[in-house]
């Protein structure tokens, strides 16, 4: 479980950041930036990890709890499958970052990232590799930003249930890239993204 030792060291208002959905074929980045104004109770920092390791329903109840608790602020962004085609996947999850800290109720004086690059921000970052495992502020934000980003895709499902998009989230499973070989790719899905086109190499007349 990550613990308060980056956000003590560093002093001020620290947001901790993250994103959900750099690998996936389909659907949008989602980014969450999480401040405690005060530490977490002991039951909602013994719910706080990284978001891979907690099951859906953990996930799920973490993320009530913490838009439940007064203290934490919170702010969301996103970058659109558009954004992702013209800029690349690495500089939109740095602007859903960047969205996402912007979005905060109240300026942090520091920014924690995870992972080895820093959106551009009006107040100093830091990156920490492997932050979601470090820092509670980063694993808070990295189940919002995948709680999020899982409902948005479930959304997407009822549009369009032929992909399975509710039961996969857009990652490139055998379920994912059966439907797309049958269907070809809808809207949604990255056609910059390798695998989107080879399909539409091979569906192609």
Request: charged share 15%; glycine share 10%.
């Given at each position: 479980?990550?613990d308060?030792?980056?956000?003590r ?5 620290v947001?901790?950041?993250d994103e959900?959905g ?7 980045v ?19 990890d990284?978001?891979k ?18 203290s934490?602020l919170?702010?969301?962004?996103a ?8 800029l690349?996947?690495?500089r939109?999850?740095?602007?859903a970052?960047?969205?996402a800290v912007?979005?905060?109720p109240?300026?942090?004086?520091l ?15 830091q990156?920490?590799?492997g ?5 509670v502020?980063?694993?808070?934000a ?6 999020t ?13 032929a ?10 499973t055998?379920?994912?890239?059966a439907?797309?070989l049958?269907?070809?790719p ?14 539409l190499a091979?569906?192609a007349?």
């Open positions: 479980m990550p308060l030792s980056w956000e060291a560093a002093g001020g208002l947001a901790g950041v959900a750099r690998g996936p074929l389909a659907g949008p989602v980014a969450g930036a999480v401040m405690f104004l005060r530490p977490p109770s002991a039951q909602l920092a013994a719910s706080l990284d978001s390791r907690l099951s859906s329903a953990a996930r799920v109840a973490a993320a009530r709890a913490l838009r439940d608790d007064p934490v919170i702010g969301l962004g970058a659109s499958v558009r954004e992702i085609g013209h690349n996947i690495l939109a999850s740095l602007l970052m960047r969205r912007m979005r905060l109240v300026p942090p004086d920014v924690l990232v995870d992972g080895n690059a820093l959106p551009t921000l009006p107040c100093p970052g990156c920490l590799i932050g979601d495992g470090l820092s502020s980063i694993a808070a990295s189940i919002l930003a995948k709680v980003r899982d409902r948005a895709m479930t959304r997407l499902h009822a549009r369009y249930p992909y399975g998009f509710a039961e996969h989230a857009g990652y490139a055998r379920q994912h890239r439907a797309l049958a269907h070809g809808c809207v949604h899905h990255r056609r910059g993204f390798g695998t989107v086109r080879h399909v091979a569906v007349p």
